[in-house]
């Protein structure tokens, strides 16, 4: 009998085209943690706007910044072992490369473009935190992304949801997604961690590559 299992995965991204480098990622959150009293006491707290912007970008040291980002990691923390982060970093210059040998008008070109890295990129990210949990278990998810009128446009949620269940039926793996949603700033502290462990991730990256020029 298989033992079923619910998550929740939170998806994001950080960096432009022109503010290297790029990266998508996604936060696999098994639902009794994020259900237990100490995540649902940061959600109350982000909901009701007790904490300051939780984005590492804007952090410059201001005191109640720190305080929040620190006591948003340090309760994430305790249960890092249970969870699951996935990041891309990807180049979109290749891209830029590519899409000039397609007999397109450069709109149609570009749209093509933008449509592959939000549909391929998070759909690769999302199927990799979904599998290999084992034959004896079977896994049930929930999606949330924060809104925007990109992922609205490019219908991200709908097609996330349908691509991964094609995925999961076609390759024969045992997982499925039950909902996957888009929501507003300041609704899901899982989205706000998410973004967090992204920023740091890109600082490192940035960090990294200045100290190999160096």
Same mark, same amino acid.
């Given at each position: 009998? +298989?033992?079923?299992?619910?998550? *929740?995965?939170?998806?994001d991204?950080?960096?432009? #085209?022109n503010? #290297? &480098?790029?990266?998508? @990622?996604?936060?696999?959150? &098994?639902?009794?943690?994020?259900?237990?009293?100490?995540? /649902?006491?940061?959600?109350?707290?982000? $909901?009701?706007n007790?904490?300051?912007?939780?984005?590492?970008?804007?952090?410059?040291g201001?005191?109640?910044?720190?305080?929040?980002?620190?006591?948003?990691?340090?309760?994430f923390?305790?249960?890092? =072992?249970?969870? #699951?982060? *996935?990041?891309?970093?990807?180049?979109? %210059? &290749?891209?830029?490369? $590519?899409?000039?040998?397609?007999?397109?008008?450069?709109?149609?070109?570009?749209?093509l473009m /933008?449509?592959?890295?939000?549909?391929?990129? &998070?759909? $690769?990210?999302?199927?990799g935190?979904? =599998? *290999?949990?084992?034959?004896?278990v079977y896994?049930?998810? !929930?999606?949330?992304?924060?809104?925007?009128? $990109?992922?609205?446009?490019?219908?991200?949620?709908?097609?996330l949801?349908d /691509?991964? %269940?094609?995925?999961?039926?076609?390759r024969?793996? !045992?997982?499925?997604?039950? *909902?996957?949603?888009l929501?507003?700033?300041?609704?899901?502290? @899982?989205?706000?961690?998410?973004?967090?462990?992204?920023?740091?991730?890109r /600082?490192?990256?940035k960090?990294?590559? +200045?100290?190999? =020029?160096?």
């Amino acid at each position: 009998m +298989l033992n079923v299992e619910t998550v *929740n995965i939170f998806f994001d991204e950080s960096g432009t #085209k022109n503010d #290297k &480098p790029t990266i998508m @990622g996604g936060l696999l959150i &098994p639902t009794k943690i994020y259900n237990s009293f100490e995540f /649902q006491e940061l959600n109350r707290k982000l $909901r009701e706007n007790k904490f300051t912007k939780l984005h590492w970008t804007n952090y410059t040291g201001y005191e109640e910044m720190r305080k929040d980002i620190l006591e948003v990691l340090t309760t994430f923390a305790k249960f890092a =072992r249970f969870v #699951k982060l *996935n990041v891309i970093n990807y180049n979109a %210059n &290749p891209l830029d490369i $590519r899409k000039k040998l397609y007999n397109q008008k450069q709109k149609a070109a570009e749209l093509l473009m /933008q449509k592959m890295i939000y549909t391929k990129i &998070p759909e $690769r990210i999302l199927y990799g935190l979904l =599998r *290999n949990y084992g034959k004896d278990v079977y896994i049930k998810s !929930q999606i949330f992304i924060e809104k925007s009128n $990109r992922y609205e446009g490019f219908k991200l949620d709908t097609n996330l949801m349908d /691509q991964l %269940n094609i995925q999961s039926m076609y390759r024969g793996e !045992q997982f499925s997604v039950l *909902n996957c949603s888009l929501k507003n700033k300041r609704e899901e502290i @899982g989205i706000e961690i998410t973004d967090l462990l992204l920023g740091i991730v890109r /600082q490192i990256i940035k960090k990294m590559k +200045l100290c190999q =020029r160096v």
